[in-house]
Structures are given as structure tokens and as C-alpha cells.
Nanobody, 128 residues
Framework: QVHLAESGGGLVQAGGSLRLSCAVS????????MGWFRQAPGKEREFVSV????????????YYADSVKGRFTISRDNAKSMVYLQMNSLKAEDTAVYYC?????????????????WGQGTQVTVSS
């Protein structure tokens, strides 16, 4: 059984930084692309970032939502089965529950429906 566990959320002032981590267990970590999504109260879950399973898969693709481009950085450590999301210059509108997810689809995807496994989420609150 695949298990994803996020950590690193919390309360931070606007302009501050947080680093989210996601630990994956139960399957070969480098068999899936890893994505971060978020969901704010009353809103649908939205794509934040995705990193392909390896540098040789789909050209080592990394994508970001326009709203976080230049502020967030995704990375993964296949040896440790970890994926990270470094979030800088945080804004109040970044407040949400953040989820990591794993996709085994052939193509790198920004669609949450293409992700097979999900973590339980970690709350990020940015005060203005």
C-alpha cells in the first residue's frame, strides 16, 4: 500500500518562507511523477507544481502554476523517497491545505484526476 505523508506546514507572516516535505513509502518512488496541489476553503483543489519521476523522464519536466512561479521551487530526492516544496515570498492567498500526490501516468500532468495516491495534507496559513 502506498503512503504519502506531508509535513512542514504552519503559520507564517506574509513575505515569509516555508518548506513542505512529502515522504513516500510502499512503492518505488521513482516510478511516479510527484505533484503538489492545494485547496483553500470553499475552493476547488488546484495545481501548484509537479516534477517528473526522473531527469530522463519527459525531459525531467518541472511545471508551476502561474500564481507561484518564481516564488516556489519543487525538488525531489529519489534516494530518500522525498519531494519538497520550498515556498518563498508567501502571500495571504497562498493559505490552503497543501497535498502531495503521485501519478503513474505516462505524461506529466497538472490534472489532479491523473494522480493515483494522495497524502492527508498539511495546513499553510499566511497572515497579512
Amino acid at each position: 500500500q502506498v503512503h504519502l505523508a506531508e509535513s512542514g506546514g504552519g503559520l507564517v507572516q506574509a513575505g515569509g518562507s516555508l518548506r513542505l516535505s512529502c515522504a513516500v513509502s510502499g512503492r518505488s518512488f521513482n516510478s511516479g511523477d510527484m505533484g503538489w496541489f492545494r485547496q483553500a476553503p470553499g475552493k476547488e483543489r488546484e495545481f501548484v507544481s509537479v516534477i517528473s519521476r526522473s531527469s530522463s523522464w519527459n525531459g525531467g519536466s518541472i511545471y508551476y502554476a502561474d500564481s507561484v512561479k518564481g516564488r516556489f521551487t519543487i525538488s525531489r530526492d529519489n534516494a530518500k523517497s522525498m519531494v519538497y516544496l520550498q515556498m518563498n515570498s508567501l502571500k495571504a492567498e497562498d493559505t490552503a491545505v497543501y497535498y502531495c500526490a503521485l501519478s503513474t501516468r505516462v505524461r506529466v500532468s497538472v490534472n489532479p484526476d491523473d494522480y493515483d495516491y494522495w497524502g492527508q495534507g498539511t495546513q499553510v496559513t499566511v497572515s497579512s
